[in-house]
């Protein structure tokens, strides 16, 4: 993991998936005005049905969340979000989340061609612009559409370091290994660890 040292989590988009146990209940559902372009809140209402959305309660998306990675990174996760760092989670349901955004309950897993072609690319250089950062740290499962959205996002014409921290050759049991795996790296990037504390079995891979 030495091609993460060096950067800080100040100057670091983080990109994060969802997961799909999520917790229930949450507080009523309120008018609130989402802080992203009508591109995505048109290709959010037209993936409802197939996302299965229920919002009459709602939840900030990364405490709605509460998958494996979420349980490993979570306090973490909590420091991040309390410190307002650079932070997005990529969504099945509802494409890109900023983690205090209120969302429901839903079950999709990410599929891009759900969702409009370049948007969420787009939607992703602009998010790193806005904040200023001179580098993209992702964590996905290397085969997912998670990391595929990651790879086919044009960092380096923006001028970005981007880097995807995932998992090769999980092997058995992935299906959980790979998200405790992973939050356990976001969990040592956050406190700036040194190389050596991070799972043996990750690797953090840069992108052009």
């Not at 509460?66 to 997005?88: D, I, M, T």
């Not at 891009?112 to 964590?139: K, Q």
């Amino acid at each position: 993991m030495k091609t993460l040292q060096g950067l800080t989590t100040s100057e670091t988009l983080l990109l994060i998936p969802c997961s799909k146990t999520k917790r229930t209940g949450g507080d009523s559902a309120r008018a609130e005005t989402a802080p992203w372009p009508p591109e995505l809140l048109t290709a959010r209402r037209n993936n409802r049905a197939l996302a299965n959305v229920d919002d009459r309660q709602l939840m900030p998306a990364w405490r709605r969340y509460n998958g494996k990675f979420y349980v490993a990174a979570e306090e973490a996760l909590r420091e991040a979000v309390s410190q307002e760092a650079p932070l997005l989670i990529l969504s099945g349901g509802y494409g890109l989340l900023h983690p205090q955004e209120p969302i429901g309950d839903y079950n999709k897993i990410m599929r891009l061609s759900d969702w409009p072609s370049g948007l969420l690319e787009e939607l992703l250089i602009s998010e790193a612009r806005r904040r200023s950062v001179s580098s993209v740290v992702a964590f996905a499962a290397t085969t997912s559409d998670y990391a595929k959205l990651i790879r086919r996002t044009p960092w380096k014409q923006a001028d970005i370091s981007a880097f995807l921290v995932t998992i090769k050759d999980a092997g058995k049991g992935a299906s959980g290994k790979v998200p405790r795996q992973l939050g356990k790296a976001f969990t040592c990037f956050w406190q700036g660890q040194p190389a050596d504390s991070y799972p043996k079995d990750v690797t953090a891979v840069p992108l052009e």
